[in-house]
């Protein structure tokens, strides 16, 4: 589930990120045919969520996206589990860290526009490279599918964070939101790569090539 996205902002400076195979992805005007999903695989697997605040353990992005799958319902799995990819590019900005640069930026709002903006660019290549049909915004389908998204997605961060977080913390963040019943097991990189590949594999795409 996504918005076809377009930018007719050509005054942007082209900007590449070089991956783990050595492609190089321009993040300023990406493309679905430079997504090359074992190079994001890479990087998922070694991206931690909350910053790697998680006492302990290893929790990274790539089961934090195949929790999602194994969630969503069946319509919505395979944008559910590639929703998040874009971290892949952008990192995993904690909520903290956004809000820090926020109160030093001159235009706090510019910050977390100009975040969407990447971020929509980058969601737009990810998932026509998936092959996840274009939605049309002016639907009440997409509202609802894009309301159940982050409703997932609430639940989900919501549960990572009574599981994963010192006690202090956690109630903050999923005070308004019920957790999943079942707990959460960190998987670490290893296992977390081969679920991640199984689940691309799934909604019909090769992991590996």
């Not at 993040?27 to 430079?34: A, F, N």
């Amino acid at each position: 589930m996504t918005a076809h996205f377009q930018t007719t902002d050509t005054r942007r400076p082209d900007i590449f990120f070089s991956m783990a195979s050595g492609r190089l992805v321009n993040l300023t005007h990406p493309m679905p045919e430079e997504i090359h999903w074992p190079d994001l695989i890479e990087n998922l697997v070694k991206l931690p969520r909350f910053g790697g605040a998680t006492y302990g353990v290893t929790y990274t992005v790539a089961q934090h996206c195949c929790l999602m799958y194994d969630h969503a319902d069946t319509d919505l799995k395979p944008a559910a589990l590639v929703k998040n990819f874009h971290k892949a590019f952008l990192g995993e900005l904690t909520w903290s860290a956004e809000a820090t640069l926020q109160a030093y930026a001159a235009h706090p709002t510019d910050l977390a526009e100009a975040r969407e903006l990447a971020r929509d660019e980058l969601d737009d290549a990810i998932f026509r490279a998936a092959g996840i049909p274009e939605a049309d915004e002016s639907t009440g389908a997409y509202a609802e599918e894009r309301a159940a998204l982050n409703h997932l997605s609430r639940k989900l961060q919501a549960t990572e964070a009574r599981d994963l977080m010192q006690a202090t913390v956690a109630p903050t963040i999923w005070a308004n939101t019920n957790p999943f019943p079942r707990t959460i097991r960190p998987w670490g990189q290893d296992k977390a790569r081969e679920e991640l590949e199984n689940r691309l594999g799934h909604i019909g795409l090769n992991p590996r090539g």
